[in-house]
């Protein structure tokens, strides 16, 4: 009941700070817009290239779409860690009894939160451009799921992160480092048998992957069951891993201070 | 009487040499507003960590209202409210979606809460500011809000980390009359952290001298001057006397020390500056000097602070 608590209050916390900042709200309007008339525009020739077989270029991208905003946003989640860091908050928190946990599920519900909300933005752009879901809105509440599922762990990656460098510089370096490659190292714009070997393999690895794979699979046409059921456990573990890693960090921020 | 606080031998080290604590021991009654003064860097915010739970010391140990902080941090968490260096309110939230979070973190909730936000929000003149982003805020209301924060849970050991920085005089003067309230009845210990000794002076039941991460010296602050030994005397005659005559007939009085005459100025020390100055005035018209004034300074916590602080620093470098 507590940590609920402690987790809702958390939560509105950040949604209020987010919700008055109108700049903020037009530009999660606008970003993927941008995103998707630039993807769909800069890569409609690949749908005409030997090989592709995913229908449009457009149906083809949504899903990369979906899960490479959702980890650009929930990557630099640690941010507001650090601003809290600055001026005191964090350290207000953690001489009270709030459970630590509730700080991270209180900014992973935030990270969710907005990355639903895009999710939706693009998925609606997605159909007034040509798009199609053929599996209807259960495919795309289960692509959308697992982009939060995978944004989710990124938010408190970042976070643990926050807790252990507790420097903005540091952080912007870490997250610009790793979500776009691994965004590229993934089957989000490109289908997979057109992809070099070497990208085919560390794909396999690399989480931003399985959300895409599952992700794309549901929303789309040919549904592999199999594959969205391993995806998502994977993911799932991920998320937990990282969450327990997130509320593990506040020992290592407190060691330092 | 029972101790709401007590630090032994606090030794907390920081990566680079730093030692920020080195052998920090204090014990505060209940119901006692304790102070802590001395210089940047002295360590009073690293014994505020430790007492908080916020960090942890290399060795030693410490209990506030009765729990050992590094053995039960969750209960001491409960029993105290922390007022921290830096403000902690999140600037994007109200005054009272401050207050409302940080009492449903302490396990308020409902009426209670409401009750207890509306309180603080008028006990510490908040209410016309309580529905404005904290980022609106001055330096005076911000503080204020700080402190209203810290009490939401009604705890019994308070702890003020330079409470009154940067707050103008009338700021100050109602913070302080807040702060002695809240000692008033006795229900409530207070630490304090402070770099203005009339703040210490005027609310300190005790207070400790730090300096690199030890206490140099503590008291009641009364206790503290009056060991300084040594009023301040100063005498104005109406007219020069020749040379060493007015210091020799004031040698021949007990009590009396450092005496210097300058022209029509004479200065002297005495243990108890009020007791001795009938003996110097008898004396001085005695020996037919007309005296056309008397000063008496009380030797202030700054001379307190200056000697123990001042003096550690030359011993520090003999050792060294
Ligand atoms: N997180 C930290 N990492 C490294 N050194 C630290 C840290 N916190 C404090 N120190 C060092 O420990 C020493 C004591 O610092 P502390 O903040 O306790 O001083 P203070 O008495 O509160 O000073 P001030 O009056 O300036 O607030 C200083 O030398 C400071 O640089
Ligand atoms: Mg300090």
């Given at each position: 009941?507590?940590?609920?608590?402690?987790?809702?209050?958390?939560?509105?916390?950040?949604?209020?700070?987010?919700f008055?900042?109108?700049?903020?709200?037009?530009?999660?309007?606008?970003?993927?817009?941008?995103?998707?008339?630039?993807?769909?525009?800069?890569?409609?020739?690949?749908?005409?290239?030997?090989?592709?077989?995913?229908?449009?270029?457009?149906?083809?991208?949504?899903?990369?779409?979906?899960?490479?905003l959702?980890?650009?946003?929930?990557g630099?989640?640690?941010?507001a860690?650090?601003?809290?860091?600055?001026?005191?908050?964090?350290?207000?928190?953690?001489?009270?009894?709030?459970?630590?946990?509730?700080?991270?599920?209180?900014?992973?519900?935030?990270?969710?939160?907005?990355?639903?909300?895009?999710?939706?933005?693009?998925?609606?752009?997605?159909?007034?451009?040509?798009?199609?879901?053929?599996?209807?809105?259960?495919?795309?509440?289960?692509?959308?799921?697992?982009?939060?599922l995978?944004?989710?762990?990124?938010?408190?990656?970042?976070?643990?992160?926050?807790?252990?460098?507790?420097?903005?510089?540091?952080?912007?370096?870490?997250?610009?480092?790793?979500?776009?490659?691994?965004?590229?190292?993934?089957?989000?714009?490109?289908?997979?048998?057109?992809?070099p070997?070497?990208?085919?393999?560390?794909?396999?690895?690399?989480?931003?992957?399985?959300?895409?794979?599952?992700?794309?699979?549901?929303?789309?046409?040919?549904?592999?069951?199999?594959?969205?059921?391993?995806?998502?456990?994977c993911?799932?573990?991920?998320?937990l891993?990282?969450?327990?890693?997130?509320?593990?960090?506040?020992?290592?921020?407190?060691?330092?201070? | 009487m029972?101790?709401?606080?007590?630090?032994?031998?606090?030794?907390?080290?920081?990566?680079?040499?730093?030692?920020?604590?080195?052998?920090?021991?204090?014990?505060?009654?209940?119901?006692?507003?304790?102070?802590?003064?001395?210089?940047?860097?002295?360590?009073?915010s690293?014994?505020?960590?430790?007492?908080?739970?916020?960090?942890?010391?290399?060795?030693?140990?410490?209990?506030?209202?009765?729990?050992?902080?590094?053995?039960?941090?969750?209960?001491?968490?409960?029993?105290?409210?922390?007022?921290?260096?830096?403000?902690?309110?999140?600037?994007?939230?109200?005054?009272?979606?401050?207050?409302?979070?940080?009492?449903?973190?302490?396990?308020?909730?409902?009426?209670?809460?409401?009750?207890?936000?509306?309180?603080?929000?008028?006990?510490?003149?908040?209410?016309e500011?309580?529905?404005?982003?904290?980022?609106?805020?001055?330096?005076?209301?911000?503080r204020?809000?700080?402190?209203?924060?810290?009490?939401?849970?009604?705890?019994?050991?308070?702890?003020?980390?330079?409470?009154?920085?940067?707050?103008?005089?009338?700021?100050?003067?109602?913070?302080?009359?807040?702060?002695?309230?809240?000692?008033?009845?006795?229900?409530?210990?207070?630490?304090?952290?402070?770099?203005?000794?009339?703040?210490?002076?005027?609310?300190?039941?005790?207070?400790?001298?730090?300096?690199?991460?030890?206490?140099?010296?503590?008291?009641?602050?009364?206790?503290?001057?009056?060991?300084?030994?040594?009023?301040?005397?100063?005498?104005?005659?109406?007219?020069?006397?020749?040379?060493?005559?007015?210091?020799?007939?004031?040698?021949?009085?007990?009590?009396?020390?450092?005496?210097?005459?300058?022209?029509?100025?004479?200065?002297?020390?005495?243990?108890?500056?009020?007791?001795?100055?009938?003996?110097?005035?008898?004396?001085?018209?005695?020996?037919?000097?007309?005296?056309?004034?008397v000063?008496?300074?009380?030797?202030?916590?700054?001379?307190?602070?200056?000697?123990?602080?001042?003096?550690?620093?030359?011993?520090?470098?003999?050792?060294?």
């Amino acid at each position: 009941m507590t940590p609920l608590r402690h987790t809702w209050q958390v939560t509105l916390r950040y949604l209020r700070a987010l919700f008055r900042q109108p700049a903020w709200i037009g530009i999660t309007l606008v970003q993927p817009m941008i995103w998707l008339l630039l993807f769909g525009a800069l890569f409609k020739s690949i749908a005409r290239i030997p090989g592709f077989h995913g229908g449009s270029y457009i149906e083809f991208l949504t899903p990369g779409l979906i899960v490479m905003l959702a980890i650009s946003s929930a990557g630099w989640s640690g941010m507001a860690y650090i601003e809290d860091m600055n001026l005191g908050v964090m350290d207000r928190f953690l001489v009270s009894p709030i459970w630590r946990g509730a700080l991270n599920a209180g900014s992973v519900t935030q990270q969710i939160i907005i990355i639903a909300l895009q999710s939706l933005i693009v998925a609606g752009l997605s159909l007034t451009v040509g798009g199609r879901f053929p599996n209807g809105v259960g495919g795309v509440a289960i692509l959308i799921g697992v982009a939060t599922l995978l944004g989710a762990s990124f938010a408190s990656l970042s976070n643990a992160l926050a807790l252990v460098v507790r420097q903005r510089e540091s952080l912007i370096g870490a997250v610009t480092s790793v979500t776009l490659p691994l965004t590229f190292l993934s089957t989000a714009f490109m289908q997979q048998t057109l992809v070099p070997h070497w990208i085919r393999v560390i794909a396999r690895f690399n989480p931003v992957n399985w959300a895409v794979q599952a992700g794309r699979s549901a929303a789309t046409q040919h549904t592999d069951w199999n594959l969205v059921a391993t995806r998502t456990a994977c993911l799932l573990a991920l998320l937990l891993t990282s969450a327990w890693l997130a509320t593990r960090s506040f020992r290592a921020y407190q060691r330092s201070i | 009487m029972t101790q709401a606080i007590i630090a032994h031998e606090l030794v907390k080290t920081y990566p680079g040499e730093v030692r920020a604590l080195d052998g920090l021991s204090l014990s505060a009654d209940s119901g006692m507003i304790f102070a802590l003064a001395g210089p940047n860097g002295a360590g009073k915010s690293t014994t505020f960590k430790i007492l908080t739970t916020l960090s942890r010391p290399d060795t030693g140990s410490a209990r506030v209202a009765g729990i050992d902080v590094l053995r039960q941090p969750e209960r001491v968490r409960q029993a105290i409210g922390v007022v921290g260096q830096k403000t902690g309110a999140t600037p994007e939230a109200t005054g009272s979606e401050n207050l409302v979070m940080q009492g449903e973190i302490y396990g308020l909730s409902g009426r209670a809460l409401r009750q207890r936000v509306n309180q603080l929000l008028d006990r510490f003149d908040l209410r016309e500011a309580a529905d404005r982003p904290t980022k609106t805020f001055s330096g005076g209301m911000r503080r204020r809000l700080d402190v209203a924060l810290g009490l939401v849970h009604r705890p019994q050991v308070l702890f003020l980390d330079e409470p009154t920085t940067g707050l103008d005089p009338d700021a100050r003067a109602s913070l302080w009359l807040e702060i002695e309230r809240l000692a008033g009845d006795g229900a409530m210990t207070i630490l304090l952290t402070t770099h203005y000794l009339d703040e210490a002076d005027r609310l300190a039941d005790h207070l400790a001298i730090v300096d690199r991460g030890r206490i140099v010296t503590q008291g009641p602050p009364e206790t503290l001057k009056r060991e300084l030994r040594g009023d301040a005397i100063q005498l104005e005659l109406e007219a020069a006397p020749s040379d060493g005559r007015v210091t020799a007939a004031l040698l021949a009085l007990p009590g009396l020390s450092e005496i210097l005459a300058d022209g029509r100025i004479v200065r002297a020390r005495a243990e108890h500056g009020a007791s001795a100055i009938p003996g110097l005035l008898g004396a001085l018209e005695r020996e037919g000097f007309a005296v056309s004034s008397v000063t008496l300074a009380r030797p202030s916590l700054d001379d307190v602070y200056l000697r123990h602080t001042g003096h550690l620093y030359t011993k520090h470098d003999e050792r060294e």
